[in-house]
């Protein structure tokens, strides 16, 4: 392997651990704000013992993981002069800007706001600390639309042109309004809820199971996560939807590729499985619903849908000579249908919690077998989070910036393969090793502490 | 004064920024060297409330110099990629061990993450001072703007007592800090003793590093920057009577004065380049050559404007929320 495929290998891994991490940051900085502002708003002292007590316990959750978030984001922000020195040359006039503005105006107040709710619990009014929570999940989620309007350029430029062969910014405003922007970052903002909630429903329903003395206000938490969590899943959808019609136009290539249509069609069906031969350019084998992709693109059984090939043949006659078919069809497909399985069973386990936690209060005591391995199911928003952006990464192969620069050609040329294998397994040990402190750190606190009235 | 002058002067202003609130950040890292726990405690606690906002300047510099110089960002991060690898460890166990090493009061939990933010603190400091000594004195840039050297080239005799000299300096600016921060009578004591110690030592690394990077570097080409690194170690020499005197306010602010002055005075002997190449003069890069265009320097230059001065103002606010000194009792309760 050479340092290129390296280099993607060691960027993969990092960009999929640290997107463990930002859901959790973006949704559950959300949740805790919105528990602190019940907190502050409730009379009955008992209440509020027992709420200021969530509020810590949440807290606590969060700031592991938002510590785990913050140490990757660094490494994801040196990889591009690391890594990709040549990407960054010929888009640092324009890429630059949304990081540097993402640490001016967003990190900056994440990190020194998240230390004064910290440690301000008795040196702030319950006012104010209350809405430092709210700045840094503001933060973080206007954290997330930077990084996310950078990312779109690299999907769909716009706002650019080419000089001395490099790309520089002409228009700042068409940058920040690209209509990319829209789709993945309101998808990405509902995953966040998403996960943010469903890792509430879970830690509640586990602690309903094991622990008595807390279970009451557990079932208050867990049934304020299910309708979170429900605004989220439908956010998801929905923006999900969205961004595949607004694909057809933006980024053929991904869209075909992820649905493994290889001709162009009208009506378009949808393959529920496919055996996909990429050498041959076709599917050896398929399960199809006659029209279905059709009405997915265009909302109408009928209407034309592009294929890889003729996308291919566009290319050549665009770019010249060449491969623009993203090198792993197969894997963007399987994990399509990875994202929108995960996401439909969640969808289900939220509705059947809801079902129990709302309408069935009082049996809940006959299912704590059921929650107890609630937290069996906590990998799925992170499976779904995982595939989902593979997807959006792996579609814009051969390309680093769609339509202007390739990934083969951004690599740094003074690394060697043996340096990258180096901090290839350098920054994975170091991932993984802290990764399983970090989880058990998180399960112990989880365990031991308990909400009750006692100070 | 164009546009590319106003970035010079913004990235300096940064990196000055960096040195001066992670200076002391590292170095509080590094005193924790060889202390009983609960004293470590109390040093974590007293920049625990802002050391994540201070690494924060670290980023926007970073990020800035992405944006206004984009071939100085791609060179020198490509450059330096093993020594970045390093820091990046160094900097994710630091990051991680501070919200970790309270989850469980065992010892070997405690010390574990405690090496890890001695170790998280001394690599960066050591490797900053190694990778901006190699600014000034130059590495191998070819004319495509890539690093042809090898790692090795990089860890020359001088770059070398640029990293100790960073160290100790980071490390006193840190006791300096303590010296404000800590409640502890006796505790306190015992920081004069060392702050003082420390600071003498820095002096003496300062010298040496001026002889290596007179002999090696252009640093003392300019008088502005002789000016500078003297006003540095003037102040150096203050900080070090405060300390002696038992005044941790005079030697804080004047530990603080010394990581400026000396920051402005490394980008002020750069000027108007920004990493120096050591194959030819006319192959370094300078704020024109390594620049972006005027209308994206333009941008970024209002932006600056608008957001360094709110950072400033509620990262001031937060030092003022978090003035008391830290007393063992903190940290029991926390």
């Not at chain 1, 005591?365 to 989902?388: D, Q, T």
């Not at chain 2, 600014?135 to 840039?141: D, F, Q, S």
Request: with cysteine; proline share 3%.
């Amino acid at each position: 392997m050479d340092a290129l495929i390296l280099s993607r290998l060691q960027f993969a891994i990092t960009t999929i651990y640290h997107f463990l991490f930002v859901p959790v940051t973006l949704g559950l900085s959300i949740f805790v704000a919105l528990l602190e502002t019940w907190y502050i708003n409730s009379n009955s002292y008992e209440e509020r013992v027992k709420l200021k007590k969530l509020v810590k316990f949440f807290g606590t959750i969060f700031l592991i993981n938002f510590a785990m978030g913050v140490v990757t984001g660094i490494v994801q922000e040196f990889h591009f002069g690391m890594n990709w020195s040549e990407y960054a040359r010929f888009m640092g006039d324009i890429f630059g800007a949304p990081l540097a503005l993402e640490a001016l105006t967003a990190f900056f107040i994440e990190s020194t706001f998240i230390g004064l709710w910290i440690f301000g619990w008795d040196k702030l009014s319950e006012k104010v600390h209350c809405l430092c929570i709210w700045i840094v999940a503001f933060g973080s989620n206007l954290s997330a639309f930077w990084i996310l309007v950078a990312n779109s350029f690299m999907q769909h430029p716009v706002g650019y042109a080419i000089e001395n062969g490099r790309a520089v910014m002409t228009d700042f405003a068409q940058l920040v309004t690209n209509p990319y922007v829209v789709g993945q970052y309101s998808h990405a903002f509902f995953a966040g809820i998403t996960t943010g909630g469903f890792l509430v429903i879970v830690v509640s329903a586990w602690k309903i199971a094991t622990d008595e003395v807390s279970r009451e206000m557990f079932v208050k938490t867990i049934r304020r996560a299910v309708l979170y969590t429900l605004v989220g899943i439908c956010g998801v959808m929905g923006s999900g939807h969205m961004h595949a019609q607004y694909l057809a136009q933006a980024n053929p290539m991904k869209l075909a590729s992820f649905e493994a249509l290889w001709e162009t069609e009208n009506p378009a069906p949808f393959a529920v499985v496919a055996d996909i031969n990429q050498e041959a350019r076709r599917n050896d084998f398929e399960i199809l619903i006659p029209n279905m992709f059709s009405f997915m693109v265009h909302n109408s059984f009928d209407g034309e849908v592009k294929g890889i090939n003729d996308l291919q043949r566009e290319a050549v006659e665009k770019y010249g000579s060449g491969y623009y078919i993203p090198n792993d069809v197969r894997g963007m497909f399987w994990s399509f249908r990875a994202m929108i399985g995960v996401g439909g069973l969640m969808l289900l386990i939220v509705l059947v919690t809801g079902c129990l936690v709302f309408f069935k209060r009082n049996e809940i005591r006959e299912h704590l077998c059921c929650l107890k391995l609630m937290p069996l199911l906590l990998p799925l928003p992170f499976i779904a989070n995982s595939v989902g952006w593979y997807i959006a990464e792996a579609g814009r192969q051969p390309w680093i910036v769609v339509g202007l620069q390739k990934t083969a050609v951004a690599v740094s040329p003074n690394l060697s393969a043996n340096e990258v294998w180096l901090t290839l397994i350098g920054f994975t040990a170091i991932y993984l090793f802290l990764a399983v402190l970090a989880v058990f750190a998180a399960v112990m606190f989880i365990r031991r502490t308990k909400i009750t009235e006692e100070v | 004064m164009d546009l590319n002058i106003i970035w010079f002067i913004l990235i300096t202003v940064l990196f000055t920024g960096f040195f001066i609130l992670e200076g002391f950040d590292y170095g509080v890292g590094m005193m924790m060297f060889g202390r009983p726990k609960n004293e470590r405690s109390q040093f974590v606690r007293a920049i625990g409330p802002v050391w994540d906002g201070n690494e924060v300047w670290m980023i926007t510099a970073g990020g800035a110099l992405f944006a206004a110089f984009p071939h100085v960002y791609a060179t020198m991060f490509s450059t330096f990629y093993l020594a970045l690898f390093l820091m990046l460890l160094a900097l994710i166990m630091r990051g991680v061990a501070f919200e970790l090493r309270g989850k469980f009061k065992t010892s070997d939990w405690v010390n574990f993450w405690d090496c890890g933010i001695m170790f998280g603190s001394f690599v960066p400091a050591l490797l900053w001072g190694v990778a901006v000594t190699n600014l000034l004195r130059g590495v191998a840039i070819n004319y495509q703007m890539h690093y042809v050297g090898t790692f090795l080239d990089l860890l020359n005799p001088c770059a070398i007592v640029g990293g100790i000299f960073f160290v100790f300096l980071f490390a006193f600016h840190g006791a300096n800090f303590l010296l404000i921060k800590i409640a502890d009578e006796k505790l306190l004591n015992e920081l004069q003793k060392l702050s003082f110690r420390l600071g003498l030592n820095t002096i003496f690394a300062f010298v040496l590093f001026g002889l290596a990077a007179a002999h090696d570097t252009d640093i003392l080409a300019k008088i502005s920057t002789v000016i500078f690194l003297g006003l540095s170690i003037a102040a150096l020499i203050a900080s070090c009577a405060g300390a002696k005197a038992g005044n941790g306010c005079k030697a804080f602010l004047s530990s603080t004065l010394a990581v400026a002055f000396l920051t402005i005075g490394f980008f002020n002997a750069l000027f108007p380049r920004l990493m120096v190449s050591s194959l030819s003069p006319n192959l370094s890069l300078d704020i024109y050559n390594a620049a972006s265009t005027p209308h994206t320097l333009t941008l970024m230059t209002i932006a600056a404007l608008i957001f360094v001065p709110i950072v400033l103002c509620y990262q001031f606010w937060t030092y003022r929320v978090f003035r008391a000194r830290v007393t063992p009792q903190d940290v029991n309760y926390h």
